[in-house]
Nanobody, 120 residues
Framework: QVQLVESGGGSVQAGGALRLSCAAS?????WGWFRQAPGKKREGVAT???????RYADSVKGRFTISQDNAKSTLYLQMDSLKPEDTAMYYC?????????????????WGQGTQVTVSS
C-alpha cells in the first residue's frame, strides 16, 4: 500500500510562489501532481519517475518544477509565477506501473489534496 500526505497549499497573489510537499510511504515507481479546479476534470500537472525523468503539462512548463528528496520519501512541486488559472485542489498520486502517464485512471494511490488559490 502507498500512503501520500500533501502539504503546502495556501492563498497567494498572481505572480507569487508556493511549494507543495507530498510525504510518501510504500513502494512506487512513478509519482506526481494532479489538480482539479471547480467544475473541471482532474488533470496532470507534473510527474517524476524513479529514474529521475520528469514530465510537465504545457500550461505549467517553465513555471513549475517537480523534484524529490534524496531519500525518495518526499515529492515537491515548486510553483512560481502563479496565475489565477492555477487555482485548484492539488493532489499527489502514485502508481507501480513503471511509467508515468498523464492519466488519472492509471494512478491508484492518492493523497487527500491541498488547496491552492491564486488571486488576481
Amino acid at each position: 500500500q502507498v500512503q501520500l500526505v500533501e502539504s503546502g497549499g495556501g492563498s497567494v497573489q498572481a505572480g507569487g510562489a508556493l511549494r507543495l510537499s507530498c510525504a510518501a510511504s510504500g513502494y512506487r515507481s512513478c509519482w506526481g501532481w494532479f489538480r482539479q479546479a471547480p467544475g473541471k476534470k482532474r488533470e496532470g500537472v507534473a510527474t517524476f519517475d524513479m529514474s529521475g525523468s520528469t514530465r510537465y503539462a504545457d500550461s505549467v512548463k517553465g513555471r513549475f518544477t517537480i523534484s524529490q528528496d534524496n531519500a525518495k520519501s518526499t515529492l515537491y512541486l515548486q510553483m512560481d509565477s502563479l496565475k489565477p488559472e492555477d487555482t485548484a485542489m492539488y493532489y499527489c498520486a502514485a502508481n507501480r506501473l513503471g511509467y508515468c502517464p498523464f492519466r488519472v485512471d492509471l494512478f491508484p494511490y492518492w493523497g487527500q489534496g491541498t488547496q491552492v488559490t491564486v488571486s488576481s
